[in-house]
């Protein structure tokens, strides 16, 4: 297996362009779990699918933000409109719920200039 | 709220020396504690696994307890290398899955 997928590496946008960030998890895993990860908040959970249903989305900063996973080897987190302090590295991450733990993905590093 | 946090935050050894790192959660109704490594600017490694049931884990020179009573695991290296500075993350699974503050290693030559 590849592991958890993520794309791109890299993203540098401009304030106020709307980015979408795409993550294929490990086939077999049930859950998916996004999270962004900066300087000053540690790694941080945005948003957790379980069998494709979004779970809980409380980490959300903002409206700006969503996901989907339309089904189950497909993953989205888009910001639209993006801002210069949603520069992070966002993970995906991938379980089978009851399994052999968490598959981070490389993860995605965004800069918004 | 299940809380994680990993002592100390930053430590710096000499090569050769073996050394504990630290974790502790609030909420000791977890299914299994991971231990993870992360490079700069990459991304996480899962070293070991625990789940709820188990006392300890061991691969290579790393050993990991789980003391789920009182809430506590460490993450123990044995004759550390240079190679090994990297941070160190713990995470625990519970109804949502938590993670550590982090404990930054450096192994100094």
């Known amino acids: 297996d590849a592991g958890v997928i993520q794309s791109p590496r890299h993203e540098v946008t401009e304030m106020g362009q709307e980015v979408t960030l795409r993550c294929k998890p490990i086939?077999?895993?049930?859950?998916l779990f996004w999270y962004r990860q900066t300087m000053m908040r540690g790694l941080e959970l945005l948003i957790y699918?379980?069998?494709?249903?979004?779970?809980?989305d409380s980490g959300m900063p903002e409206d700006r933000f969503s996901a989907k996973m339309p089904n189950a080897s497909f993953s989205t987190l888009k910001i639209q409109p993006s801002e210069p302090r949603d520069s992070a590295v966002y993970f995906c991450?991938?379980?089978?719920?009851?399994?052999?733990?968490?598959?981070f993905g490389s993860g995605t590093r965004l800069t918004v200039v | 709220k299940q809380e994680v946090t990993q002592i100390p935050a930053a430590l710096s050894v000499p090569e050769g020396e073996n050394l504990v790192l630290n974790c502790s959660f609030t909420?000791?109704?977890?299914?299994?504690l991971q231990w993870f490594r992360q490079d700069p600017g990459k991304g996480l490694t899962s070293l070991l696994l625990?789940?709820?049931?188990?006392r300890e884990q061991t691969s290579g020179r790393l050993n990991a307890s789980l003391d789920k009573s009182s809430g506590r695991s460490t993450l123990y290296i044995a004759a550390s290398q240079p190679g090994d500075s990297a941070t160190y993350l713990c995470?625990?699974?519970?109804?949502?899955?938590?993670f550590g503050t982090g404990t930054s290693l450096t192994v100094i030559p």
């Open positions: 995470a625990v699974t519970g109804n949502q899955f938590y």
């Open positions: 991450a991938s379980s089978f719920t009851g399994g052999d733990g968490y598959t």
């Open positions: 909420d000791s109704a977890i299914y299994n």
């Open positions: 086939s077999g895993h049930n859950s």
């Open positions: 625990i789940q709820s049931s188990q």
């Open positions: 699918f379980n069998n494709n249903v979004p779970i809980d």
